[in-house]
């Protein structure tokens, strides 16, 4: 896990700061903090009528299920029109942008409208997920895991979770997860929807959706037309979206709740403080330098030429965002009194575990996680840097074909997760995209992979070795891109469809690389998940039972990319200077930020519609919303589930809330949903849209 | 501090790991390790005496003392004839290879040998300095100190350190430093003859002098020959060095007491432990995500062709170098048991400090050091990225040109301590020197410490705002190095030489630049020592006089790039797998390492010479010194002070060293005299050399 690029929640813009003073707000119910991110199952309904007045029914909630979407690689969504038009960020939409780019039309740069239905246009690699009914399959579950432990556990879990997604059937357009909330405490079936014709209909220009780019990512006062518009079409056409979100006509006002209805990448609020102390010590001193490297690889690519500079700037952006987000999140973790807040609600736990003689079983639940650590400490390195080869761009590829071949070889539940029947629908569909591949920056990212791997377990490491042979990485990398035709997708089809047979007889250096190191990677993930994963599941589920015995389900689950809920209230908050920042920006600030140069240059379609634009229009709001990566996309709405807002970011203060929620400064940030009809109409003249958006209200 | 690129000590190979149990041994005379850098006049020949059965004698002492050398840049030398010639490493003369290189001829790539005394090269900028004489001078720097605080003390330790060098007078072929040792609590004057011309003799290809590159650095076995020579000459003639040390003519064997004369860059040995936790928890994770990005820019802007690479090509040397050493540090002060070794070992003092009365006075020191912690978290980002900025590459020459103009017109005693009339005879020499300047590779440097600057301090803080303007940070980067002529020497000769009015009528574009920002830079620096740098002196030469209270002067002091000693012997290790590792290895291991691809491409010399040479022959040791970076190009000698050896690196075990010494596993790594003379003479044909070598035993 070396490098954001490869990491699904890495993606996403949100992360994880210097809560200083927190979580304890959770062992009573009184004046609560608007922390937590909801299961749609277990709302807190209460507490937000306590503190709003406002009470979600339970129609309420399940309209706002199903109007909210999740995008699989790492986005939320939402319908707002009811011919399926769907509001999420322009920054996940960039990848779609980005492939549907060539040297000649870079939509990134320039953004895209649709000026009719016929030029909305199919994005190569996107699904939309709309969950539609959740089920609890814990007792199923625990069953099957019952008594066993290590390589036999992870067997009978993967087994029963490819049964369990089988009960919802093959059909492409549904998808099943088995879900594990509270690290394993609770295992839930989550029953989805799945678009996966879905097309863009407006992407504004990068300059302007990520006015401000690096510097102010994370930051409010922020000024940012961080939107994209997609459509879901199924038969080849728009589909009919039942539930959508209508517009507020008015937009939002200060300290009006809010509710975010999205899908958090991850936190780790219930990790042990030896699994904080792992993140704090070992795992962020490899990732951060992983990132800056990569990082300045990137930005020095992409100076050699405009061609370059539009393949790299995707990936250059999703990585300095993931750098910055990363870099939050340790320090929360370096921070003194917040760490000593986290040991000492661990000690709260343990006491009251120790002092139930029903829950003494479980009180030895930490002192062995904190024993897997050290285990994990001498497979770390090696797992992660093998995973990051293993999802070096084509390098990927080939290893789902080598993979895909040989495990359609046995039964659905004896697979490795990634290839039951369910996963190959959505793996097929990925690897048949035409999504262009640019050799030169794939060489980069390989030869990069191949160096830290290198670095980390040393050049006399037997795999490294194999790995290497006589090459060294910039000369083996070369080779391997040189050698491969996995870049294109009729390839790539032909491979999958051929099985084992087509593996055996190709040539291609890339499947040929992965086939012979494919049995070395497979050992040290199932050493890993053995030796880690296993009995960290199981010593976590101890310690989800001890934690539901003492304090209820009045604990949110720590985020699993999955679909919740959060309440807040819209709020500005005390900078780092102790100055007060009010919640709303206006479009008026926008002009006033623009130096002309990058990345604080606004695009010509704005400077040109100045005069026509209300500069009081509010631009940007915080809220006290409890988000996280992940939760890019999320409409931002009111108690009526109205459009208020366009979630895409949180301030500097949020970045700590992977660890723990900071009711004082932990700000979301989203676009006021006035400013996006302004631009809509005066700078976009999307008028067809605008006329969809209103008429559905 | 952001880059190592521009740290003096982070320009040598050495640097500071995973030591476990250390430190306890420096508590008692007996079983003790051969710790220790340890200064002339306070060697413990007793203690070599008790352990080897040697006593060095004054004379010895004195003799090995003035065939050592220091280069200023940040080596370690000695003379080794008596005709001035002098062996560094390798990587202490590829500057002087870099700043002879033109893009016809690569010296760095090729190696160099002037095959007759007219054909040695002058080093545009390479200053030896051979160590004359000690002084103490803590009663004249306590007086001047003596109950000032702040900008008063940080003045008054100024203006005493430029009248205490003054009294060496100006010679430019001396030099005088004022040495502040156990962090102030001796003050020592060092008097020096310094060398400013001389003349690159020998140096390998790269591929042989750092043969497994990033990879096998820092570890053992090794292959290294690591080697240059250089003359020093006075008038136009070689000096005639009346001390010098003489070859072996057996070289040393396993057990074998050994000495390393050297100048070990800098140690933390004595630094509290709130001193370590800010190097821990704020320090290194700013600084080695920086390293990184910096070394991703070189690594791929070495890409973009073959002058790129030979640009760029030592600047990545030092990063990569920089960064592994740094990785190590990290990873010791990451490691817990050495870290609760260190916090007992200060419990021990402190308790002896509490129970003694007459020392009861100093015992808040270690809390005042504490609470300037806080002050130096608030100042530290500011600070160091300022000073990194002042350091890009002809920004610090606009710097050095603008602040010598200005402190030229004061007092020597009231000027900043880097413009006293001393300091002036380098600057001079440095900014006159015809070093070739490559302006793309300065302009990435540039951007790239602009661009880290906003990041740390945010687009909307007033000094960013107004060094970049309306600019983006590549824009002015760009402006900047179009718009100088500082790259000629020439230019910055008559800058300097013209004084305040050539600056003042001066349109050069990088001047204006620092004539704007300057006063911004000194505030932030003067912010800086008042308010940490001179409170923590005051407090360290408190504790340091504790110290010597409760455990005398049996303690070396902290390094601080001045001649030192260590002793120990000829040892293998326990490898981190438990495996035993030999102390030597030889020159058949060379060859099986080399497999043709780089970092293990032996140059066609080596492949050549292949049949003549002893395969038998010990290449690379490994011994017990306590060394660290700055040491680099030290000679390893025997009890006849006779070369066996030649130091160019430490073992991944070494790398902790920066914090405390590791008996068991930190071990030095020399180049083999025996391999020295063997390639000098089979496969680089040197015979004038060897012969003046063998000539002089």
Wanted: glycine share 8%; aromatic share 10%.
């Amino acid at each position: 896990m070396k490098s954001g690029k490869f990491q699904l929640v890495l993606r996403v813009v949100f992360f994880f700061v210097f809560s200083i003073s927190l979580l304890t707000c959770c062992l009573t119910q009184s004046a609560r903090a608007d922390e937590g991110m909801w299961t749609f199952n277990n709302f807190p309904s209460k507490n937000v009528k306590a503190k709003y007045g406002f009470d979600p029914s339970q129609a309420w909630l399940d309209h706002v299920r199903n109007s909210s979407l999740r995008i699989a690689q790492g986005c939320s969504a939402s319908f707002i029109s009811p011919n399926g038009l769907v509001m999420t960020n322009h920054h996940c939409v960039v990848d779609c942008e980005e492939q549907l780019s060539t040297a000649q039309e870079n939509l990134v740069e320039a953004g895209f409208s649709a000026e009719s239905a016929d030029q909305e246009r199919k994005c190569p690699d996107l699904e939309l997920d709309q969950l539609i009914e959740i089920g609890d399959v814990t007792k199923e579950v625990e069953a099957a895991l019952s008594g066993k432990t290590g390589d036999a556990a992870n067997k009978a879990l993967h087994a029963e979770e490819a049964r369990l997604q089988q009960t919802c059937g093959t059909d492409p357009g549904v998808r099943c997860d088995v879900v594990s909330l509270y690290h394993g405490g609770v295992y839930n079936l989550y029953h989805y929807k799945r678009y996966t014709d879905v097309r863009l209909v407006f992407a504004p220009e990068f300059a302007v959706a990520q006015f401000g780019g690096d510097p102010d990512n994370f930051n409010f006062p922020r000024f940012d037309f961080d939107i994209g518009l997609l459509r879901a079409y199924e038969d080849g056409k728009p589909v009919a979206s039942h539930d959508y979100l209508r517009w507020s006509p008015d937009g939002s006002k200060a300290n009006e709740l809010v509710f975010v209805p999205g899908n958090p990448g991850g936190t780790s609020r219930q990790l042990t403080i030896s699994q904080l102390e792992f993140l704090r010590d070992k795992s962020f001193p490899f990732l951060m330098p992983a990132l800056a490297e990569y990082r300045g690889e990137l930005e020095e690519f992409m100076k050699r030429g405009p061609e370059q500079e539009r393949e790299a700037h995707e990936d250059d952006f999703f990585v300095a965002n993931s750098f910055k987000a990363n870099f939050g999140r340790q320090a929360a973790l370096l921070d003194p009194e917040f760490f000593a807040t986290k040991v000492q609600q661990e000690q709260k736990l343990r006491s009251a575990v120790a002092d139930n003689p029903k829950l003494a079983k479980d009180a030895s639940a930490w002192n062995e996680i904190s024993e897997i650590q050290k285990v994990r400490a001498k497979l770390y390195t090696r797992y992660g840097d093998l995973n990051g080869l293993l999802r070096a761009g084509l390098v990927g590829d080939a290893v789902s074909l080598v993979r895909a071949a040989t495990e359609r070889t046995k039964p659905n539940s004896e697979r490795l997760p990634d290839y039951t029947d369910q996963a190959l629908v959505r793996l097929r569909g990925r690897l048949a995209a035409p999504i262009p591949i640019h050799k030169d920056l794939q060489e980069l990212t390989l030869a990069y992979a191949l160096t830290t791997t290198r670095r980390d377990l040393g050049a006399d490491d037997p795999f490294v070795r194999k790995m290497l042979g006589d090459e060294s990485p910039e000369q083996l990398a070369d080779r391997l891109m040189n050698g491969t035709h996995l870049d294109d997708p009729k390839v790539r089809e032909a491979l999958y469809d051929g099985g084992q047979a087509a593996i055996d007889a190709s040539n291609d250096a890339l499947i040929r690389f992965v086939v012979s190191l494919d049995p070395d990677l497979r050992a040290v993930r199932k050493e890993y998940e053995d030796q880690v994963v296993a009995p960290t599941r199981s010593d976590a589920e101890r310690i989800a039972n001890a934690r539901f015995a003492v304090y209820g389900t009045s604990v949110d689950p720590d985020a699993t990319f999955t679909l919740r809920l959060s309440y807040g209230s819209v709020k500005g908050f005390e900078d780092a200077q102790g100055h007060l920042v009010e919640p709303y920006t206006t479009i008026g600030g926008l002009f006033h930020r623009g130096t002309g140069a990058p990345p604080y240059d606004l695009p010509k379609s704005w400077l040109e519609a100045k005069p026509s634009l209300n500069m009081e229009t509010p631009m940007n709001l915080s809220t006290t919303n409890d988000i996280i990566g992940g939760n890019s996309g999320s409409p931002l709405i009111n108690s009526k589930a109205e459009v208020v807002g366009l979630i895409f970011d949180g301030n500097i203060f949020s970045l700590g809330g992977d660890f723990g929620y900071d009711a004082a400064q932990n700000r979301a940030v989203a676009v006021d949903s006035r400013a996006l009809l302004e631009g809509l109409q005066k700078v976009y003249h999307l008028d067809r849209i605008v006329e969809e958006i209103n008429s559905a209200r």
